[in-house]
């Protein structure tokens, strides 16, 4: 069975600073999605930015870019100039079924980013 | 603009109670989910539909069944509510590319 991994429970970034968010996830399939969504205090759960793992070249989302290591399977997100709106938490996910049709989704636990002032 | 709504944003049922958690989507998804979201262990997935009457349990199924009867619709119930079922409940419609998420219910068992 699929698992995604989030070891930061917690992470905090000075406004107009680098943080990286890792994500980890293990499976057998050969062809998945990645994501990572955003949770602001509002409880909607926004897309942040999406990888394909057949596609060796990183994804990037103005701000926002992920570096994917499919062997390592670490997925992690890197937000530039962090803002005072990028406070929210985060939370990887994987997404199973690219063969069967069947999708499902598979989320991590969570990182809650602070951003300074 | 996709939609996902929540019947409601905020429940309060008392243990024993038959609940019934409303979903609907206007983007004619045939992939429907319910999630449940507690601290420190992120979402975990309940049930799932992938198509009209259709139905699969996720990885906490117990304690919950689900209802799909018409394509934009998919219901979560909590048969006789317990306490421990005290959490947000989040709905998902997904498309091939992207899980589009409700406002979510925050539900309290008292």
């Known amino acids: 069975a699929q698992t995604v991994t989030q070891s930061q429970p917690e992470m905090s970034v000075q406004e107009a600073e680098t943080v990286t968010l890792s994500c980890t996830y293990d499976t057998s399939e050969s062809d998945y999605y990645l994501f990572w969504y955003k949770q602001p205090p509002s409880r909607q759960m926004i897309l942040v930015i999406r990888q394909e793992a057949y596609k060796q070249q990183n994804a990037t989302e103005n701000r926002f870019s992920v570096n994917f290591q499919k062997a390592a399977k670490s997925f992690s997100l890197k937000i530039s100039d962090s803002q005072l709106g990028d406070a929210a938490m985060y939370f990887c996910?994987?997404?199973?079924?690219?063969?069967?049709?069947?999708?499902?989704?598979?989320f991590g636990t969570g990182t809650r980013l602070k951003v300074l002032a | 603009d996709v939609k996902v709504t929540q019947s409601s944003r905020y429940l309060v049922k008392r243990t024993g109670e038959k609940v019934f958690l409303e979903c609907v989507q206007d983007?004619?998804?045939?992939?429907m989910f319910w999630y449940r979201q507690d601290p420190g262990l992120g979402l975990r997935l309940i049930y799932f539909s992938y198509d009209v009457k259709m139905k699969e349990k996720g990885d906490i199924p117990e304690g919950y069944s689900v209802s799909r009867e018409k394509k934009e619709r998919f219901s979560l119930i909590l048969e006789s509510a317990s306490t421990n079922q005290t959490s947000m409940y989040l709905c998902a419609s997904l498309n091939a590319g992207e899980a589009f998420f409700g406002q979510g219910t925050r539900l309290t068992v008292v």
């Open positions: 983007m004619d998804h045939e992939n």
């Open positions: 996910a994987y997404r199973t079924g690219i063969t069967s049709g069947t999708y499902k989704y598979i």
